[in-house]
Nanobody, 123 residues
């Protein structure tokens, strides 16, 4: 599976962005998808995850209630809707795929990664 994340950009605090992760290859619907982010000087951290058919989602405490993960298996695409953005959300955002029914917060368990898309939130 090859992944390409896009949709990042510059937004003011309080604004919204929707990230997309397009997958190529077969069997996208048999991968859980995760979203991670990495700010300068920090480790890559889990943001959100979604199961094979989208019925199970997990979120980091820092984004609960503001971010929503979704997917469209017919389009081989996962999404991360980000609302009420804060300057501390500024980071490079990555999507990842894991051959497991449920998503995991452990980045080491993901098999495939996209190249990342930069989100910058100005105050």
């Amino acid at each position: 599976v090859q992944l390409q994340a896009y949709g990042g950009g510059l937004v003011q605090a309080g604004g919204s962005l929707r990230l997309s992760c397009a997958a190529s290859g077969r069997a996208f619907s048999t991968y859980s998808m995760g979203w991670f982010r990495q700010a300068p000087g920090k480790e890559r951290e889990f943001v959100a995850g979604i199961s094979w058919v989208g019925k199970i989602t997990y979120y980091a405490d820092s984004v609960k209630g503001r971010f929503t993960a979704s997917r469209d298996n017919a389009k081989n695409t996962a999404y991360l809707q980000m609302n009420s953005l804060k300057p501390e959300d500024t980071a490079v955002y990555y999507c990842a795929a894991d051959r497991a029914i449920r998503p995991t917060m452990n980045r080491d368990e993901y098999d495939y990664w996209g190249q990342g898309t930069l989100v910058t939130v100005s105050s």
